[in-house]
């Protein structure tokens, strides 16, 4: 599309938005429900089995009645690939993103959950000052749009954790911060969850490397050898805690642990862990040259 | 892990009955407040509007839809009980005998739960769609200012599971599997 998207297409996307994101709230991605089922079949706990047992019944009342999995309408987080040859403007399609995240809400409508920091006020609308949260990237010859949402709930993104380590705490390290970040937060993530670590960059990347790593399909494997070792070493130690779902004891504490990493400075080693909860939402919407749109996970 | 059907208001016997890992389902009523309710409520002294003797408290913000002067249940949940921790006392005091919720409450509300013979039961965190439809209706709000931190009374039937994660004998299955966890990782290694 060499002169760019026409306006109703902005419009075309608010609206796919809107239907992205209650879709999202509704419709575990098939991923995670395989996860949750191979959790159960293997729980040995009988507190932990009637757990995930009623796990898998919410998902099936949901998808029978229609109904949100989850009350925590979450944090509006969105992951947005712009190809170069899209012919989008973003900032067209950032509003077409906010507008679209509004919309649901009131429609729906959905309970919000946004506030400002300070005042502590409700818009009502599940937005603010900076949030929806989206972050950009940009592809080198692709004439798709692609928008992956991650509507976050806070019982998971309150157990989030930075720190600096020491290059001298080397792997070791930073494989006691991520176990004990996670068995130490108990019950509140809603567990059995999805781990995500981020490893190395500045303090900012490795915190969003982190995000990052939640908002991959469930039990998908980091393409590098090395990392991928280090998931499932991670994985192993987190389950062999016991913690349990719910935090109440059992065989599984994490569906899956992804691990993105990054170059970093020689006098840095930063780790980020960010929780993601069994009701792993994600919704994506994906919009080629012609406008056509596909909705997926 | 023994099973009960308990019906609204408990009275002292019931909850004594009850054993940390116990599977509990609930008919009658369940209050619903969160933390600007409670803030409300013991921070700032407002008298309570209802009689909370014998109730279920649980943790919870619903999402619901206004139809003329009357809300509607879209969604109810619950959320993360240890934010609410340091309220446990002044609600037992009221004569409540249960606290619902996710995540459990602390060392300090555990014992307060012992002492005025009182249970924490646990949700399945996230199971929201389910507790909706176990959720009859919604028969009374106060505070809407707060929405959707209101004080809320629901009828329900068959609500649960709930699984007893503080007894009243001061076990507390929520601290009590957290610590051997991380003492099993540690032996690991980590
Ligand atoms: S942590 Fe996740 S599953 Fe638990 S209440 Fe929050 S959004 Fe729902």
Redesign the pocket.
């Known amino acids: 599309m060499e002169r760019g998207w026409p306006l109703e297409q902005y419009e075309a996307v608010t609206e796919a938005v809107a239907h992205l994101y209650v879709k999202a709230l509704k419709d575990l991605p098939p991923d995670v429900r395989a996860a949750l089922e191979a959790a159960r079949s293997r729980e040995s706990s009988g507190v932990g089995r009637t757990i995930l047992q009623t796990i898998e019944r919410n998902i099936a009342i949901a998808d029978e009645q229609s109904l949100l999995i989850?009350?925590?309408t979450?944090t509006p987080v969105y992951f947005v690939e712009v190809g170069e040859e899209s012919g989008c403007n973003p900032i067209r399609l950032e509003r077409a993103i906010r507008e679209g995240t509004e919309r649901a809400t009131r429609e729906h409508p959905l309970r919000s959950s946004v506030v400002s920091p300070i005042s502590r006020q409700n818009r009502q609308t599940n937005t603010g000052y900076r949030v929806p949260v989206i972050h950009w990237e940009f592809v080198a010859g692709s004439p798709n749009v692609e928008i992956l949402v991650i509507p976050k709930?806070?019982?998971?993104e309150n157990m989030s954790y930075f720190r600096m380590l020491l290059p001298a705490d080397g792997v070791a390290g930073v494989k006691r911060f991520v176990v004990e970040s996670v068995v130490g937060s108990g019950g509140n993530?809603?567990p059995p969850v999805i781990v995500g670590v981020g490893l190395g960059g500045s303090a900012d990347l490795c915190m969003l490397l982190a995000k990052k790593a939640i908002a991959r399909p469930c039990g998908s494997i980091n393409p590098d050898p090395e990392v991928a070792g280090l998931e499932q070493e991670l994985l192993e130690a987190i389950n062999q805690s016991g913690l349990g779902p719910m935090g109440l004891g059992g065989a599984t504490t994490a569906l899956a642990v992804h691990v993105e990493h990054a170059a970093t400075h020689i006098s840095q080693n930063p780790v980020a862990v960010n929780i993601q909860?069994?009701?792993a939402r994600r919704g994506r919407l994906t919009i080629g040259p012609e406008g056509e749109m596909a909705i997926g996970y | 892990m023994a099973e009960y059907r308990l019906t609204t208001p408990l009275d002292e016997a019931q909850v004594m009955a009850l054993r940390a890992g116990d599977v509990v389902w609930v008919d009658g009523h369940i209050f619903g407040l969160r933390d600007a309710t409670l803030i409300r409520m013991f921070d700032q002294g407002v008298p309570v509007p209802t009689d909370l003797t014998g109730a279920i408290c649980l943790h919870t913000a619903p999402g619901v839809r206004q139809v003329g002067d009357r809300f509607v249940k879209v969604s109810i949940?619950?959320?993360t009980s240890t934010r609410m921790n340091r309220f446990t006392g002044p609600l037992l005091q009221l004569g409540v005998r249960a606290i619902a919720g996710?995540g459990g409450l602390l060392e300090d509300a555990t014992r307060l739960l012992q002492q005025y013979r009182g249970v924490y039961l646990g949700l399945v965190?996230?199971t929201?769609a389910a507790e909706t439809t176990q959720i009859e209706e919604i028969e009374a709000v106060w505070w809407t200012d707060l929405m959707p931190e209101c004080l809320w009374k629901f009828r329900v039937k068959d609500f649960g599971p709930l699984i007893v994660g503080i007894d009243a004998y001061g076990n507390n299955l929520y601290l009590q599997t957290k610590a051997e966890a991380l003492r099993r990782v540690q032996a690991l290694g980590y």
């Open positions: 989850c009350q925590d979450g709930g806070s019982g998971s993530p809603c909860c069994w009701a | 949940g619950t959320t996710k965190g996230g929201a």
